[in-house]
């Protein structure tokens, strides 16, 4: 089993708070206590950055901060961290795209990656001036890629399609290296464009069982395009020292979330024409009860919360256990959240991060070559002669 890769995450969409921050994809935003300003975002980039995340995800849509401009604002103040950007082909010409991640790519050093983000809402998709219907927009998602990564390889491209057309276009600012396309969704439309174009399929946290089944229709598609992918995970994470100081927290949360939140969330999530997002409602069913879906895998979040709805709980090795299960069936990226999003980023990085290190799953991408190492929770110091 190869080294795990873990990515955080830029609450961009609401701000953060202590409490589940929901709305998104079709719902109203509820429950933020912390501004998305670049100051506090600064800090848990550069947090996660020290502790040994890869990237960070920022979101897209209405009701977010718009991801280009946030991250390249974030860029200088971290060093290694890289910004997967997620951003919706269509609204933006192909041309321009490839030259916006160009010129972000060798800006920032190489610290771009990008997550395409197709739209399952097409009453927010009309919003952007955007009134193709869902099969349309994979159909537009197609033709987009291709000619992006044609400009990208530096080839003069002539281009017709149903939805786009270039003529003579070559690219000067050629991204290096390639930002990786990551891709998600669950549709067969959605399955068919990322076997051809994603070099990393991620899908929302399902149980292991069904992620392993998803996993298998991708690879099989996949492989009918003579290519192989990488596959990721995305998930909101809960760890403490102790199995049941988790279940408090989650426990907490979920007394923070009033019925009158839910419904009316769950009315507006409904709406979505995304099949990803039908199956998060399908593990919640709208009720407080039985939200546990696997063991230490926690379907609160999904109750008022759009998009990614499942929390692994537990303590920092009950977690390692659950990643351990997800690698097992193929997924070899993480990209998680919590709330707050600094706090959390530390439990998990200084959990269950080391206790993976111990497995031989995860190393640091940048060991501290200091003096001064950091000290995983529940370990002693280490001793010098002066102490």
Request: hydrophobic fraction near 40%; include cysteine; charge should be negative.
């Amino acid at each position: 089993m190869s080294h795990l890769k873990f990515h955080w995450f830029l609450p961009t969409n609401g701000g953060d708070g202590r409490n589940v921050v929901g709305g998104g994809h079709g719902a109203d935003v509820i429950g933020s206590g912390r501004p998305a300003s670049v100051a506090y975002l600064g800090q848990i980039a550069r947090s996660a950055e020290q502790l040994g995340f890869e990237a960070a995800l920022t979101p897209t849509g209405a009701w977010c901060e718009d991801a280009w401009i946030s991250t390249a604002m974030l860029s200088s103040l971290s060093e290694r961290l890289k910004f997967l950007v997620a951003f919706r082909p269509g609204l933006t010409a192909p041309y321009l795209a490839a030259q916006m991640a160009g010129s972000f790519q060798n800006l920032s050093g190489g610290r771009l990656l990008l997550n395409v983000v197709t739209g399952g809402e097409s009453h927010e998709q009309r919003m952007f001036g955007d009134f193709l219907d869902k099969d349309g927009r994979y159909a537009r998602c197609d033709e987009f890629l291709e000619v992006v990564r044609r400009l990208w390889t530096g080839e003069t491209v002539d281009f017709e399609g149903e939805h786009f057309r270039v003529e003579d276009a070559v690219l000067s600012q050629i991204p290096d290296p390639l930002p990786l396309i990551y891709f998600g969704g669950s549709s067969p439309a959605a399955l068919d464009v990322a076997a051809k174009h994603a070099d990393v399929y991620l899908t929302w946290g399902e149980p292991p069982a069904a992620v392993a089944e998803k996993i298998a229709r991708v690879r099989e598609k996949a492989v009918e395009q003579g290519r192989e992918l990488r596959f990721g995970i995305r998930l909101h994470t809960i760890a403490r020292d102790t199995s049941a100081a988790a279940w408090a927290e989650a426990d907490r949360l979920l007394e923070n979330i009033s019925e009158e939140d839910i419904a009316r969330v769950q009315a507006g999530l409904k709406r979505s024409e995304s099949e990803g997002q039908r199956r998060m409602l399908e593990l919640n069913q709208g009720s407080k009860d039985g939200l546990e879906i696997h063991p230490n895998l926690w379907a609160g979040v999904g109750l008022v919360r759009g998009g990614a709805g499942t929390a692994m709980v537990g303590s920092h090795a009950e977690i390692a256990d659950l990643v351990e299960q997800y690698a097992e069936v193929g997924i070899e990226e993480f990209v998680l959240s919590g709330y707050p999003h600094l706090e959390e980023s530390y439990w998990f990085g200084e959990g269950v991060l080391p206790e993976l290190t111990r497995r031989g799953l995860w190393e640091h991408p940048a060991p501290a070559t200091g003096a001064t190492a950091s000290v995983p929770f529940g370990a002693p110091a280490r001793k010098t002669a002066a102490s």
